[in-house]
């Protein structure tokens, strides 16, 4: 790439979890951590709480291998840079851009993540759902801290890693906008998304999240996941057990998300994905980025 091409970019959100947009079909644009975070800059950048980097399949190292099940491949950046292996919010949004662009037409498609290759129902318009795959959650004892406060907490895996918190209530909005600790670290040697949860009725919660690699946001999917299936366990429900699939609304800063665990275990997902802006980055200015 020259300085003296045009490259697009777009912006979007899911439950205002908001991304930019960098298509790359042949997947020519090397995005090194420092781009990432710069691109992602809201003050000196476009914005965002991570970047979907658009590449098919089939021109990607990391999902080559997937490229005859799924045609395009979301590489998932966090806000700082760093590599996640899964983003719930992102992966609507990357669904509802390949509509947009013309790429995929409206219903089953399936997206490769480093995940895995995931399922996405996709209409028209309107929400779109995301079949996430099955949560794990192993039997270790976590605890979270913040604000000089200290809660158990529920380890839940969605692809990507989870500390569930149930706390009395979310209004301490000043403490719980501070990075919380966890621990023992040895349990998530990657670090961990963290989501404290409160219960709003009957199969309803509300959440707010800490996001490894991006602070405080106002959704997470794969946190309202984790959060529906570790709240489906408290409450003694186990789809596997009854075969009875279990719903839970997950209420974020940012709107909600309906989650649903069925009895093999996938958990589905629905929620808003919206396509805010389309534009070019100044040439200039994305060459000091990409250099880094
Ligand atoms: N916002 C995402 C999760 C993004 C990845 C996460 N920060 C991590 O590092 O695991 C979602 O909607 O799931």
């Known amino acids: 790439m020259t300085s003296t091409q045009r490259i697009a970019f777009l912006k979007g959100h899911g439950t205002e979890n908001d991304f930019v947009i960098v298509p790359d079909p042949d997947g020519r644009i090397d995005l090194p951590a420092t781009a990432v975070a710069r691109l992602c800059d809201r003050r000196a950048g476009v914005g965002g709480d991570g970047l979907l980097h658009v590449v098919r399949s089939a021109a990607h190292p990391e999902a080559r291998a997937m490229a005859d099940d799924a045609e395009w491949f979301m590489d998932y950046r966090n806000g ?94 000043g403490e719980l906008r501070e990075q919380p600790e966890f621990g023992p670290a040895a349990v998530y040697p990657d670090g961990v998304n963290i989501e404290f949860v409160v219960d709003r009725g009957p199969r309803h919660v509300a959440m707010r999240v800490h996001e490894r690699g991006a602070g405080e946001t106002r959704s997470c999917g794969t946190g309202a996941c984790a959060v529906a299936v570790a709240t489906a366990r408290r409450d003694g429900l186990d789809p596997a057990a009854t075969g009875t699939p279990v719903t839970y609304v997950v209420d974020v800063l940012g709107g909600s998300l309906t989650i649903t665990e069925l009895p093999d275990g996938t958990v589905e997902m629905t929620g808003p994905a919206v396509i805010v802006a389309e534009g070019t980055f100044a040439p200039e200015w994305l060459a000091g980025a990409l250099a880094g």
């Open 80 to 173: 700082d840079g760093t590599i996640a292996e899964m983003c719930g919010n992102g992966l609507r949004v990357f669904a509802r851009y390949l509509l947009h662009a013309g790429l995929v037409e409206a219903g089953d498609l399936a997206i490769a993540t480093r995940a895995g290759v995931l399922r996405v129902h996709l209409a028209k318009t309107g929400d779109v759902t995301v079949s996430m795959g099955r949560a794990v959650l192993p039997e270790d004892g976590v605890v979270v801290e913040v604000g000089g406060r200290s809660w158990p907490a529920r380890n839940v895996n969605m692809g990507n890693p989870h500390a569930v918190a149930f706390v009395e209530d979310l209004a301490h909005a």
